[in-house]
């Protein structure tokens, strides 16, 4: 299996390991880790799913709180185990080699501070269109992980008051919203992203507070590309980019 090294984007001092024959981090990987909200206090972050770490090693620059990514394929948990050494945060971030369905059994509850999950964007179905890689149907499709079970984990495993973010496709919103009030998850910030503008917004970000009082945060819309193709201001003040 080919393998490269690329720093993350925007972060110079972080590298990670990738393949093309695996699910290879995107945009996305990068906006969750900046927008949701770390609290100083924090002291243990949960990522689900987290491939070849990108949240994770992006969240240990905003945060001293132990990381904990759980990744069952065995290649993207291989490189990300490997990233993680790459940037000597082996202290601080542990890559589990596990199904987080399995995984959530080792906890009685109420566990982490923070969750965040890039969850398959997809709803799997026996006729659904599906990549000839086994890794990146998983990656893509909810075949192993629904969003029903993201929120039923993550009710068990944050703390009071604890937070869930996730990036999502902005057609699944009420389908979100509606799961996380039912796992007594109280929606509180969204933020839609436009690839420019005259285009309709192609990736959500939410985040929830566990028995949170109402009260939703609709933010200003970012557009990820100007006129010229560039970045644009807003979108490299979320991603804590110079310029």
Known sequence: MKEEIHYLLGKENLKIIQSPDCFS???DSM???????????????????????P???????????????VEIQKDAYDMARRSVTLNQKEKQIHIVHDDIHHYATLFDHEEYDIITCNPPY????TSSIVNVKQQKTIARHDKMLKLEDIM????????????????????????????????????????????????????????GMKNGKPGLKILDPIYVHDENREYTSEIKKLLRMNG
Not at 56 to 65: C, Q, V, Y
Not at 122 to 125: H, T
Not at 185 to 207: C, D, M, S, T, W
């Open 122 to 125: 997809f709803p799997y179905q």
């Open 55 to 69: 949240i994770p090693l992006i969240l240990s620059e905003r945060s001293k709180a132990q990381i904990i990514g």
């Open 152 to 207: 039923k984990i993550s009710r068990k495993l944050l703390r009071n008051n604890g937070i869930l973010a996730l990036v999502q496709r902005p057609e699944r919103f009420v389908d979100i919203v509606t799961l996380m009030r039912k796992s007594n998850i109280e929606p509180k910030r969204v933020l839609f992203i436009y690839p420019k503008k005259g285009k309709e917004a192609n990736i959500l970000l939410i985040e």
């Open 25 to 27: 981090f995107s945009l």
């Open 31 to 53: 906006l969750l880790p900046n927008f949701v909200t770390v609290n100083l206090r924090a002291k243990k972050i949960l990522d689900i799913g987290c491939g070849n770490a």
